[in-house]
Structure formats: C-alpha cells, structure tokens
C-alpha cells in the first residue's frame, strides 16, 4: 500500500521533540508501517528519524522558529484559519501530493480539521484516514479510534446514534526495543505529564505528600502546581525521562478529564511500572485494576494504591503491555483496516 503520511508541523520528526505526542506518533507509525513492507511518503520538516521512502518538507526550521515567535512547539493549536504555519504547510503538502499521487492511495493524518481541506481535495481518488484518534476534532470517513471509550464519546459528543462500518477501534504502538525492565526499583514514584490541574498533577503530589513518599515530576506548564515536598525535574529529554521511570515505584496518571488513550500509562506498563489513575476513559482498557495498576475514585483510594504497588508483579505487568501495545501486534490490525477500506473501490461491503 501507498501511504501519504502528514505529519504536524509544529516540530522535528525526531526524539529531540517527544514532548509533541504527535509528533511522537508519527514516528512510530511511520516506523511500523515502513517496515510491513508499505510505502511511505512522510510530509513534514527538514530533521527526521521517521523510516520513510520519501521526506517532502512542507515547513522547514527556521520557518517554524518565525511563525511560532514565543509559542512552544508542543503548545500550538492545530487551526489552519488562525496560524500561519498551519497554511504554509497545507498548501505545500497539498502541492506534493498532487505530484505523486495515484488512485487507490491512503492519506493518514492526526491533525484533525486542520488537515480536512487535504482530505476533501483528494476525497475522488484517495483514501482518507483519520489513523489514531484521541481528539475530538474529526471529520472523515475513514477513522480509527485509540481506544473503544474515544469513539462511544465522539459518537455522543456529535449527537451520532448511527454506526460506521469504517470506524475501527486499534491502539497506539509502543517500539519494544525503547523500554526495559527493572526487577528492581528505586524509592520513588513519577509523574510524567502537562503540569495542568486537568493533568491532576496536584493530585500527585497531595497523595504523595499524604503517603509519606517521594514523587519525583517530570514535564512542563504550570510549574506553581507541583507541591514543595515534590522533587521537579523538568521537561527531560526522553532518554533521561526514560530512565527516571524505569526504575519509579510506581505512575501517577490521575487525569480529571476523560482522557482518550493516555501513552504515558502504556510506557511505564511496558517497563513493568503500575499506573495509578482515575477511573474513567482509556485508563479502563488501558489499566487491569489491581493487576497492572488502580484505578481510583477517591483521595484514600489514591492512597491505598500507593501503598500497595509494591504486591503487583511487575514483569506480569511488562509482559500484558507487550502482548497488546507493541508493533507486532497492532501492524496487522492497521493492514487489516487498510485492505477492508481498499475493497471500497471493488465490491465494497459485499466483497467475499
């Protein structure tokens, strides 16, 4: 299959901006879907650790330092209408694809309404596919969700009641080779994240202070939020970041927002690290509670957790992640997807 990849063009495709979780995405699936055996044709910006056939650069580094002014990367709005950078992209992005692309091909995005004029543009000859929904701004026909509580909310957030035989449900892939497992681990929790109260970044650090236990955070934003007895460490490169949560007691995610998928869950699951989260949204298919971490509703929940992380087995927890998160597993599911949507230009649903 021929795969049109648009990346987002606030940043780098490269590990130097992970805190981008789109840009981080791009590389993963550009990865996984390069070594099925498709071709890939990535638009995005000069530097890139993304496996492709072709890098078509639609903004280059010194454009993004100009419009962006004073705005960090992994802070800006994905709105085409108001953000210059967002139309020096499309409109180059729309140029390049019009040069090499043939009927039956796949456009994949994640940037939402942003990239709909894309979609429309080809809509005759291509194949438009939202690939890894954890937003609410989508539009296509052709959408997968990152987990099956992201589409129930869509469908109710858009006052939708009919189903779609082409929305699919299929979760982000994590490279395996990118975490390790401690049998080991240090005297510490982590949380990783947004410092916005939405983050519960404040839960964090009131359930540690209440539990008597060090909380080490990692991120950026609102840096009053992180309580005194908390040790911050900034927004770290992911290397460094990886290493502080390899070796963590245990994972704060308690996101007071319906958060569709969460991969800092997944990536500490993957080292064999529990999740301590709320109760709802992905964190109910991403989290076995009491086998992989908790999930709490209430402030001596939180608690509790802390204090019985240390009874859950923590390769178990590393070897659930690897049979459900890894690419091996969610490439065939995508090829899947692919080669049901291809069939529309044939016999379509009543394909045998």
Request: glycine share 10%; charged share 20%; with cysteine.
């Given at each position: 299959?021929r795969?049109?990849?648009?990346?987002?063009?606030?940043?780098?495709?490269?590990?130097?901006?992970?805190?981008?979780g789109?840009?981080?995405l791009?590389?993963?699936?550009?990865?996984?879907?390069?070594?099925?055996?498709?071709?890939?044709?990535?638009?995005?910006?000069?530097e890139?650790e993304?496996?492709?056939?072709e890098?078509?650069?639609?903004?280059?580094?010194?454009?993004?330092?100009?419009?962006?002014?004073s705005?960090p990367?992994?802070?800006?709005?994905?709105?085409?209408k108001?953000?210059?950078?967002?139309?020096?992209?499309?409109?180059?992005?729309?140029?390049?694809?019009?040069?090499?692309?043939?009927?039956?091909?796949?456009?994949?995005?994640?940037?939402?309404t942003?990239?709909?004029?894309?979609?429309?543009?080809?809509?005759?000859?291509?194949f438009?596919?939202e690939?890894s929904?954890?937003?609410?701004?989508?539009?296509?026909?052709f959408?997968?969700f990152?987990?099956?509580?992201?589409?129930?909310?869509?469908?109710g957030?858009?006052?939708?009641?009919?189903?779609?035989?082409f929305?699919?449900?299929?979760?982000v892939?994590?490279?395996?080779?990118?975490?390790?497992?401690v049998?080991q681990?240090?005297?510490y929790f982590?949380?990783?994240?947004?410092?916005t109260?939405a983050?519960?970044?404040?839960i964090?650090?009131?359930v540690?202070?209440?539990?008597?236990?060090?909380?080490?955070?990692?991120?950026?934003?609102?840096?009053?939020?992180?309580g005194?007895?908390?040790?911050y460490?900034?927004?770290?490169?992911?290397?460094?970041r990886?290493?502080?949560?390899?070796?963590?007691?245990?994972?704060?995610?308690?996101?007071?927002?319906?958060?569709?998928?969460?991969?800092?869950?997944?990536?500490?699951q993957?080292f064999?690290?529990?999740?301590?989260?709320?109760?709802?949204?992905?964190?109910?298919?991403?989290?076995?509670?009491?086998?992989?971490?908790?999930?709490?509703?209430?402030f001596?929940d939180?608690?509790?957790?802390?204090?019985?992380?240390?009874?859950?087995?923590?390769?178990?927890?590393?070897?659930?992640a690897l049979?459900?998160?890894t690419p091996?597993?969610?490439?065939?599911?995508?090829?899947?997807?692919?080669?049901?949507v291809?069939?529309?230009?044939g016999?379509?649903?009543?394909?045998?």
């Open positions: 299959m795969i049109h990849l648009l990346s987002v063009p606030n940043g780098q495709t490269t590990k130097e901006y992970s805190l981008c789109f840009l981080a791009t590389i993963r699936f550009a990865r996984m879907m390069k070594n099925r055996g498709h071709t890939v044709f990535l638009y995005a910006s000069e890139n993304a496996p492709c056939d890098l078509i650069t639609v903004i280059t580094k010194a454009e993004q330092r100009a419009l962006l002014g705005i990367y992994q802070a800006v709005w994905f709105d085409p108001g953000i210059r950078l967002w139309q020096v992209a499309l409109g180059r992005t729309l140029a390049g694809i019009e040069k090499r692309v043939q009927r039956g091909d796949f456009i994949c995005s994640i940037g939402g942003a990239d709909k004029p894309i979609f429309d543009h080809f809509d005759a000859s291509c438009g596919v690939y929904i954890g937003y609410q701004g989508t539009f296509s026909r959408r997968v990152e987990s099956h509580w992201h589409r129930a909310f869509i469908q957030f858009y006052q939708n009641n009919s189903g779609n035989f929305d699919e449900v299929i979760p892939p994590f490279e395996p080779s990118e975490f390790w497992y049998h681990p240090g005297d982590v949380y990783l994240g947004r410092l109260s983050k519960g970044v404040h964090a650090c009131e540690a202070e209440k539990a008597g236990v060090k909380l080490k955070v990692i991120g950026h934003g609102e840096t009053h939020l992180v005194r007895g908390a040790e460490l900034g927004a770290l490169p992911a290397d460094e990886n290493d502080v949560l390899s070796k963590a007691r245990g994972c704060f995610c308690p996101t007071t927002y319906m958060e569709p998928f969460n991969c800092v869950a997944i990536e500490a993957l064999g690290v529990p999740v301590i989260s709320t109760p709802w949204g992905g964190f109910t298919e991403t989290i076995e509670h009491g086998v992989t971490g908790f999930r709490c509703s209430m001596r939180f608690v509790r957790a802390v204090k019985d992380v240390d009874k859950l087995d923590r390769l178990a927890i590393r070897e659930r049979r459900l998160y091996a597993v969610i490439g065939p599911r995508y090829d899947a997807y692919f080669s049901r291809s069939e529309l230009h016999a379509g649903f009543y394909a045998e």
